[in-house]
């Protein structure tokens, strides 16, 4: 042990109040800031993983129909064709799914891709009516790009597969309708009426789906729809999630079809994410802002009350960068001990309020408050304490410094 840290720590026990209240503020500081992130962070994990369930990684839809135009040098046609951004054209839907598909397979972050057809039906039961959206999917591959194994609440998806006419009916529309697993209902579409029975009931937790979805076998929705080759888009699951952007800009200039990655889809609810994490750690942070500023005072005092002590030190032999990394200690000790202890506080209140229920309905459903533990919740929180901390101290350890032995006994030290 050095013996400027031995001298740090006799000057601590001289202003323990105000150590105190600085320690309660760091880790009131760290504490608070490891909560909000894992919580914001937990909500906003899960959401992303729910929209992955749903709807994949990316969409691929709609045709790009290139508009070229002829390239004038010196006002001579030169024959040359360039593309126009400005003129590219959408063709809705896609013409032939299984080409399209082994194209989409051989980008090596694909992990599956499933082709979906999908059209607006009028459900109706013996109950009541609503407008729904049929999906037309082959279960295996859908399987592969989708959650709807886990997500499947009632009834089987064996029997789904099995029996031609089955249906995945959502859970919304299964209580609005009073529908349950074996219950037959009707779809509508212009005009032309079929019947179906309910294999399963599934609920992803998204309002928006669950109120709308009907999953259909393939051949049947193409019965439903009239629509015997094509599909509305592929749905394409990745290895790596965070790729998707780069995959989609790359599948959409390989395939001519427009890519879609889920950043891109939603953008907006991510973005909101975001702020709301931004905005609680600088909020906190607050705490530690209090806990710099208090440090600053306590070593500001110290450095007035021991000026004496300073001079012996300096008459001693002791240097001005000694005399700094005294009240440099100073600060780290009761930072560490600080931000060991929020670090502790922090994962025990997230554990807690892991266990705590909190039914939300909405943008998704759960039954609890969700969390997310990441090791680099702790070290933001420590980074920003140990930056506004530090920087607090320094001012006083530098004045404190820049004493001298004779201007301290002649009392003319500033």
Known sequence: MSQNFRIALRFLTAKKRAMVMSLSCI???VGLFIVTQAATSGFQEFFIKTILGTNGAILIQDKVQETM???????????????????????????????????????HNVRGVSAVLRGTVTIRSSFREQSAQAYGI?????????????????????????????????????DKLQLDPGDTFELENKGDIHHFKVSAIYQTGVNDIDSVRVYLQMNDARALFKKPTGAS????????????????????????????????????????FRAFRVATGITV??????????????????????????????SMGYTR?????????????VLAIGTV???????????????????ITGIFTTHKF?????????????ATAVAMVMMASLIPSRRAARLEPGDIIRGTAQ
């Open 27 to 29: 880790v009131l500081g």
């Open 69 to 107: 135009r002829t390239m004038e040098v010196s006002g001579y046609n030169s024959g040359v064709e360039i593309r126009q951004k400005e003129g590219q054209k959408y063709i809705e839907g896609i013409d032939y799914p299984a080409i399209l598909t082994e194209g989409v397979k051989s980008f």
């Open 138 to 174: 082959v279960l295996e591959d859908h399987l592969s790009v989708s959650d709807l194994a886990a997500q499947t609440v009632q009834g089987s998806l064996s029997d789904f597969s099995a029996q031609p006419g089955g249906a995945l009916v959502g859970r919304v529309i299964a």
């Open 233 to 272: 888009y592929l749905q394409v699951s990745l290895f790596d999630r965070n790729r998707a952007p780069e995959d989609a800009a790359e599948m959409t200039n390989a395939l001519a079809h427009k890519a879609d990655a889920w950043q891109e889809r939603e953008k907006s609810w991510l973005g909101v």
């Open 285 to 314: 942070s607050v705490f530690t802002l209090i806990a710099g500023l208090a440090m600053f005072n306590t070593l500001a005092m110290i450095v007035m009350e021991k000026t004496k002590e300073i001079a012996i030190l300096r």
């Open 321 to 333: 960068q000694d005399i700094s990394r005294i009240f440099i200690w100073q600060a780290a000790i």
């Open 341 to 359: 202890l929020g670090c502790g506080v922090g994962a025990a209140i997230t554990f807690g309020i892991s266990q705590y229920p909190l039914p």
């Open 370 to 382: 969700l969390v997310q533990w990441s090791r680099w919740h702790y070290i933001e929180a420590v």
